[in-house]
């Protein structure tokens, strides 16, 4: 496929301790109704973090999206079905995108890039946890699930589903949601 171009985009590195305290303001978000400015607030860094991944997802080409665990290593038999099925999305054309983290996310985008495919992630920022995998040609790191949900969908031709936990099922349960009422057209 030629030479790959990686392109890595994310807000102002923050250090770990930014991070937990970034987890601290959702927790504040969510604890119930702020004054409005500090609304405001929250509404225009979650509109700005969805045009920075417009903006770098927009060229990814036709993909699919394979969800699962973050938690299955490199020796498990679950690991090498994902990186089969991420290397066969690859040889039938297609960019394969995940969460961009590792355990089955790894697998898959590195069955993509062995099979010669384009690897995409969403990563997301969590305080302990999740770096994006080394098999990624693009990614971009995120700091609301739902807008991670919104990214892995809005650019997939089709999902693939492999074991996980509740964040698999969510992200799952979304896209089922979306094709059933009918907010997905002409899906499989």
């Known amino acids: ?7 890595v985009v994310q807000p102002p590195s923050p250090a770990s301790s930014d991070r937990k305290e ?9 604890a119930g109704p ?6 405001l607030g929250w509404a ?16 990814i080409g036709p993909c699919v999206t394979v969800f699962g665990s973050a938690r299955y290593g490199e020796g498990h038999p679950i690991y090498a079905q994902a990186r089969e099925v991420g290397a066969a999305l690859a040889r039938a054309g297609f960019t394969v995108m995940t969460g961009g983290g590792p355990g089955l996310m790894e697998a898959s985008n590195r ?3 062995d099979a010669g495919g384009r690897s995409v992630g ?31 969908a809005k650019y997939s031709y ?12 969510d992200e799952a349960f979304e896209a089922a949601t979306l094709v059933q009422t009918g907010k997905i057209k002409r899906f499989p």
Not at 22 to 30: K, P, W
Not at 135 to 146: A, G, K, P, R, S
Not at 162 to 167: E, H, I, K, L, N
Request: net charge positive; charged share 20%; with cysteine.
């Open 22 to 30: 970034q987890g601290g303001q959702e927790r504040r978000f969510f």
């Open 44 to 59: 225009l860094g979650v509109f700005y973090e969805l045009f920075r991944a417009f903006r770098v997802l927009h060229f």
């Open 34 to 39: 702020q004054s409005r400015l500090t609304e």
């Open 158 to 169: 089709a999902f693939v589903v492999m074991p996980g936990g509740f964040g698999t099922l």
């Open 122 to 152: 969403c990563n997301i920022q969590l305080p302990m946890e999740q770096k994006p995998n080394a098999y990624l040609d693009v990614w971009i790191e995120l700091e609301h699930f739902f807008v991670r949900k919104i990214m892995l």
């Open 111 to 113: 069955g993509a890039r």
């Open 1 to 7: 496929m030629g030479k790959r171009a990686v392109v």
